[in-house]
């Protein structure tokens, strides 16, 4: 279904440094076209890490021709952070001609991934995010765990219990999926934080700041509303609509919501430092 609303601000073009702020902002390499769904993801981001929508965050779009490539960027000096947004495209399927902006986002979101593990950039990819960072390393998905529209237990691996990010975390939490790929065989030096039943790698730290996750921390029970009426017969079949509507809205996801907050208060950081 196509996204109609516009975003809370613009994803096209890069927005100057505020003199005003006492922060670096963090930089959000959007994915997804424009829309409820973009919306709410600005909005998700904005609220659980207590970021100023416009100065806090810097969005550029990766589908727009005409924004800056983020890999190209200073990432170190002028951004506390780099989050990578999910997206309604996927990877892999090379049997389709993908649209000049498809291809456009392909490369630039891999280029990118490959920079900030490269140079241990504080990053947090959710769902697309965590997918590119395995492919920009040579990495593989799989198409044969992915998940529907629901809120899937997670349990904090050993190494999970140690991390700085995750270690707060309860032993086992719940959040939002949503996604037909996953993650195949994990490249480089890949920690799994997170686990899940059926989708085994959930969450994923490379090197001491770059971190990754399968399922969507930001994502709210009323932001999964938002995706479930958009995704109808995409990732559920609309007649089960009401079930998916019950299942989701009884989960308490709030545990998950908190790592957007966690990642945020641990890597912002002052201006020029």
């Not at 702020?21 to 981001?45: H, N, S, W, Y």
């Not at 399922?215 to 017969?233: C, K, L, N, Q, S």
Request: proline content about 7%; aromatic content about 6%; hydrophobic content about 40%.
């Amino acid at each position: 279904m196509s996204e109609t609303l516009t975003t809370l601000a613009p994803a096209g073009t890069l927005s100057p440094a505020f003199s005003t702020c006492m922060t670096a902002p963090f930089l959000m390499a959007v994915c997804r076209p424009p829309g409820t769904i973009a919306a709410d993801e600005q909005a998700m981001i904005s609220q659980w890490g207590a970021l100023h929508p416009l100065h806090d965050l810097t969005l550029v779009s990766l589908l727009d021709a005409g924004a800056p490539d983020p890999a190209d960027l200073d990432l170190a000096r002028d951004y506390s952070g780099v989050i990578i947004t999910g997206s309604p495209f996927g990877f892999g399927h090379h049997h389709q001609d993908p649209a000049p902006e498809q291809r456009r986002l392909t490369e630039r979101v891999l280029r990118l991934a490959a920079r900030l593990v490269a140079e241990d950039v504080p990053t947090l990819g959710l769902c697309f995010g965590l997918q590119a960072i395995v492919l920009a390393l040579g990495g593989t998905l799989r198409d044969d765990v992915g998940e529907d529209l629901q809120a899937p237990t997670m349990t904090v691996t050993e190494a999970g219990r140690r991390d700085p990010l995750t270690r707060n975390l309860t032993s086992t939490f719940r959040a939002y999926v949503g996604h037909s790929q996953s993650v195949g065989e994990l490249p480089g030096d890949g920690v799994v934080l997170a686990t899940g039943r059926r989708c085994p790698i959930q969450m994923v730290r490379w090197g001491r700041h770059v971190y990754g996750t399968q399922f969507h921390p930001e994502i709210t029970t009323a932001g999964m509303r938002v995706r479930i009426e958009a995704y109808g017969d995409t990732y559920y079949p609309a007649a089960e609509r009401a079930a998916v509507l019950e299942r989701c809205d009884s989960a308490d996801v709030t545990a998950a919501n908190r790592l957007v907050t966690d990642f945020v208060e641990r890597y912002r950081r002052p201006v020029g430092n």
